[in-house]
């Protein structure tokens, strides 16, 4: 969180998801730091918001305008999609602020509903959700110490990945924006999401 806000300033991808995550971890260790932070959130939020928009407002503004412009593109095929990877392809036939040139949404989930449609989408949720609900369960099984360390921690990373999905394809790197080399990033969020399934396997073999 310090390096993505300090030694690179503007990069919001590197510090938004990390605070978040912060904030879930300590409201899952104290309902009252919670109670607290939710008022903070909500006094604070539109403020907050605004900051992060108008300090990057050109991005913001190009964003929603690829968004807009996939959108007419997904209209070919809504429920698959337009396949992995492809809608890159087809991006310069709606050109962007008068350019015809080839574009990224820098967001995961309108870059699932362009390459496999809403029934991916809804796959990707269903999965999320059904982790998260893992997770909201062993919270309370978990015994003292790792292993309920590591399912409150697994739960603020799912929240911090879900949050980071929404800057970028952080979470299934897109091969013509972050590319290949991004896997080395989000591998490490799926291998913690993963360590839940296995800990469920350990606490109901007495093992953990």
Sequence with gaps: MFYGYTLIPGWKSGWVPA?????????????KAAIAMVIGAVISSPIFLLSLISTDEYSYNTRVEAWLLIAQIVKASPILGVGPANYYWYTPLFPIRGYAVQFNSHNQFVDLIAQVGLLGMGTFMWLML???NLGWKLRRFAPEGFARGYVYSALAGLVGMLTAAMLGDWVIPFVYNVGFRGFRGSLFGWLFLGGLVALEKMIEKGEA
């Design 130 to 132: 059904a982790i998260g």
């Design 19 to 31: 605070l978040t995550a912060a904030a879930v971890l300590i409201a899952l260790y104290s309902p």
